[in-house]
């Protein structure tokens, strides 16, 4: 968009510059001989009321001879003078004394007409003027001047040149003008943009402030008009499901109870009773965890569950992650592999970050293939850190993978239920490095396996919208 704009002001201000360039040129081309045209056309005009006229001859006193002699001299032309029949009464060069001339422009200039014709390319101007002009018979004769116009040319070129100049200078101009134009007028929009990006990643309690101009302000407005409905509207979800979370947590405790209290009561009870009661019990365990993480969940979204920020050993987090893991691992038949390229101290929240990166490892293992393998990799630079996990699984369609982190969105529904899965693990996970000022992605291929990226700041900083 940046590029259309400075594009639109760029073609309309050179179109300017070309539009009043091809004008003044051509004014110049036309006019630029104006002044001698002019004089010679006065001078003429004076000099035939002294031409004395008998029938269809013209008579040329020895004043009018000198003038013409004169005025000849003084444009370095040559001049003649013919009556009515096109006979030379006078030359300059006294070589076409009563010889016929006809050239192009004689017969309408003999009718009336005044000619001008100047030739670029011989750098000369021809001037065909009448003399005593009668309304009904015409003229008596004509004048004909043919002088060099070598300066006049050359003022011509030169004022072109430097007309160019002026345009070339103004285009650079205009090109800056275009380029400065385009990035005020688009950079509110490059603000919002990375704004909402920031906001789409889960920053969803921030609120746009771009006021570069009327529209920019007026886009910000009504954006966080919709972000605010958006944001009461989440709100209501949020409570919902915190209120029924802990309605349902009551019961289910109540079930769990009396379900292992029949269970330790003795041998008394039936094998099938007993096992259904065990089945009754492990269908609570899945329920009191799904509870819990909506309880975890409805406690991030209320910021009632703050960070606890220390300066942790991230490797050593990934240690005990690895450790806890790797039973399942082994039950699965899947090879866990660990690469850390440094040491890391970063502010975090040590358990909540276990808890994220727990869900990831585990995701890739319960989702592998057997005999397959998983590689974490830790990693940082000097703002932050980054945890990188691959599996040799069986990948996400591209229509699912912008979805998983969403809550209760599962990619293979039959195999979540056969692992547990509730489809929180990973929204829980984008909640704890959102809060941590971080970023998560996801890259998957079918049949070739998924790796999830997190990116976290190595120290806590405040929360602030960003103004333009």
Known sequence: ???????????CGIASCVLISVVII??????????????????????????????????????????????????GGRVFLVNS?????????????NVKLILPGMVECLGGEEIFRADFETRSATVILPINKRSK?????????????????????????????????????IFAIAVARAYFLVRP???????????????????????????????????????????????TRRNFVSDVSHELKTPMT????LSEALLLSGDNLPQTVREFLTDINTEIDRENHIISDLLALARMDKKTDTLRIERTRVNELLDVILKRVRPLAQDHEVEVVYESYRDVVAE???????????????????YNRPQGSVYVTLNANMSHFFVTVQDTGFGIAEADIAHI???????????????????????????????????????????EGTTISVRIPLTRAPKSGRKA
């Open 348 to 366: 975090v929240d040590g358990p909540k970050i276990v808890t994220a990166l727990t869900n990831i490892v585990e995701n890739a293992i319960l």
């Open 405 to 447: 982190f969403e809550r209760f969105y599962r990619v293979d529904k039959d195999r979540s239920r056969e692992t547990g899965g509730t489809g929180l693990g990973l929204a829980i996970t984008k909640e704890i490095v959102v809060a941590h000022g971080g970023q998560i992605k996801a890259y998957s291929k079918e049949n």
């Open 137 to 173: 018979e015409g003229a008596a004769g004509a004048f004909l001047m043919v002088y060099p116009i070598n300066e006049e040319v050359a003022r011509y070129h030169t004022s072109r040149r430097m007309l160019l100049l002026l345009c070339l200078c103004a285009g650079i101009i």
């Open 254 to 257: 109540s079930m769990k109870v």
């Open 189 to 235: 929009l490059h603000v919002i943009r990375s704004e909402l990006n920031r906001i789409n990643e889960g920053n969803v309690d921030d609120r746009l402030d771009v006021h570069n101009n009327m529209e920019a302000s007026g886009i910000s407005n009504s954006v966080n008009t919709l972000l605010e409905r958006a944001r009461e509207t989440e709100e």
């Open 26 to 75: 051509r004014y110049n081309h036309r006019h630029a001989f104006d002044n001698s045209r002019n004089r010679i056309t006065a001078y003429v005009s004076e000099l035939s009321e002294a031409v004395e006229i008998n029938g269809n001859v013209l008579e040329l006193t020895d004043y009018t001879k000198t003038e013409l002699e004169v005025l000849a001299q003084t444009y």
């Open 85 to 97: 029949n096109l006979s030379v009464v006078y030359d300059s060069y006294q070589t076409k004394n």
């Open 1 to 11: 968009m940046s590029f259309s704009a400075f594009l639109a002001i760029f073609m």
